[in-house]
């Protein structure tokens, strides 16, 4: 059996995505990027070796500081694990505490960046960034879009204010220019996508999603193909013009559907 063009896109969607799932799954849960930067809410493990009185974990306070023993306030916020790290070693050589200490910084817990997925996902809602993260990674956790649901474009709405079109379709393709990378404070929203109805001698008469070059042979097997009455000869779209009338065009298997176009299919001559 064949395998239609729309099947074979979603085979390798979900693809793509239980891939990046099966890698955010496999990242163990303390490590970070260079590039994640701390902020409020975030769990830190501080090992000092050779010190274990002086290792301990510490979370970082809303005004970006963490309080750790010999050396007081230390502001964390906005800095990676590894400049932490220096800081600490810094301070443990200036106040006279150890001459050549050896510190590492864990993130146990991840809750300073977020980024929410909105719209028409699996799980939408907010999740928190463990590293430097991109568009296919915060779909995946949020378990993709809805396949007959979620429209072909979404947007990535920045902290500041600017918006980006994600084209999800190139994006599943592989093309590196739609993965474009996310921060804390980002919003990736999935719309519904337009819809076009079909009725009359089909199988299954209803509303279905309107696909990227859904043509009106597609449109009917949408439908689940014409009745033993029905004929793609005559077939007939409604579709309102700018003024919001309703105007009727005999169409062909190749014509293109637009948004809420009503396909009638009426029966044969013969």
Same mark, same amino acid.
């Given at each position: 059996?064949?395998?239609?063009?729309?099947?074979?896109?979603?085979?390798?969607?979900?693809?793509?995505?239980?891939?990046?799932?099966?890698?955010?799954?496999?990242?163990p849960g303390?490590?970070?990027?260079a590039?994640?930067?701390?902020?409020?809410?975030?769990?830190?493990r501080?090992?000092?070796?050779g010190s274990?009185e002086?290792?301990?974990?510490?979370?970082?306070s809303?005004?970006?500081?963490?309080?750790?023993?010999?050396? !007081?306030? #230390? @502001?964390v916020? +906005?800095?990676?694990?590894?400049?932490?790290?220096?800081?600490?070693?810094? %301070?443990?050589?200036? =106040?006279g505490?150890?001459?050549?200490?050896?510190?590492?910084?864990?993130?146990?817990?991840y809750?300073?960046?977020?980024?929410?997925v909105?719209?028409?996902?699996?799980?939408?809602?907010?999740?928190?960034?463990?590293?430097?993260?991109?568009?296919?990674?915060?779909?995946?956790?949020?378990?993709?879009?809805?396949?007959?649901?979620?429209?072909?474009?979404?947007?990535?709405?920045r902290?500041?204010?600017s918006?980006?079109?994600?084209?999800?379709v190139?994006?599943?393709?592989?093309d590196?220019?739609?993965?474009?990378?996310?921060?804390?404070?980002?919003?990736?929203?999935?719309?519904?996508?337009?819809?076009?109805?079909?009725y !009359?001698? #089909? @199988?299954?008469? +209803?509303?279905y999603?309107?696909?990227?070059?859904?043509t009106?042979?597609? %449109?009917?097997?949408? =439908?689940?193909?014409?009745?033993?009455?029905?004929?793609?000869?005559?077939?007939?779209i409604?579709?309102?013009?700018?003024?919001?009338?309703?105007q009727?065009?005999?169409?062909k298997?190749?014509?293109?559907l637009?948004?809420d176009?009503?396909?009638?299919?009426k029966?044969?001559l013969?």
């Amino acid at each position: 059996m064949l395998i239609s063009a729309m099947a074979r896109r979603y085979v390798a969607t979900w693809s793509v995505l239980l891939l990046m799932v099966c890698s955010l799954l496999s990242r163990p849960g303390f490590a970070a990027d260079a590039d994640y930067r701390l902020g409020p809410g975030d769990m830190l493990r501080v090992n000092v070796f050779g010190s274990p009185e002086l290792s301990g974990e510490v979370r970082v306070s809303e005004s970006g500081n963490i309080t750790y023993p010999l050396i !007081g306030q #230390v @502001q964390v916020s +906005g800095k990676s694990p590894a400049q932490v790290e220096a800081q600490l070693v810094s %301070a443990f050589v200036e =106040g006279g505490y150890l001459k050549q200490p050896q510190v590492t910084v864990l993130v146990m817990e991840y809750r300073s960046q977020k980024v929410s997925v909105m719209g028409h996902v699996t799980k939408p809602g907010q999740y928190s960034l463990q590293s430097s993260s991109r568009v296919l990674d915060v779909l995946a956790e949020a378990g993709g879009p809805v396949n007959e649901e979620a429209a072909d474009i979404a947007t990535l709405m920045r902290k500041d204010g600017s918006k980006a079109p994600i084209d999800l379709v190139a994006l599943f393709a592989g093309d590196p220019a739609q993965n474009q990378e996310v921060a804390g404070g980002d919003t990736l929203y999935v719309p519904r996508a337009p819809q076009f109805y079909v009725y !009359g001698e #089909v @199988q299954r008469p +209803g509303m279905y999603k309107l696909e990227r070059g859904m043509t009106v042979s597609r %449109a009917i097997s949408k =439908g689940g193909g014409l009745t033993t009455r029905g004929s793609e000869r005559r077939v007939v779209i409604k579709r309102k013009d700018k003024e919001g009338k309703e105007q009727h065009y005999s169409a062909k298997g190749s014509d293109l559907l637009q948004a809420d176009d009503v396909l009638m299919v009426k029966e044969g001559l013969f």
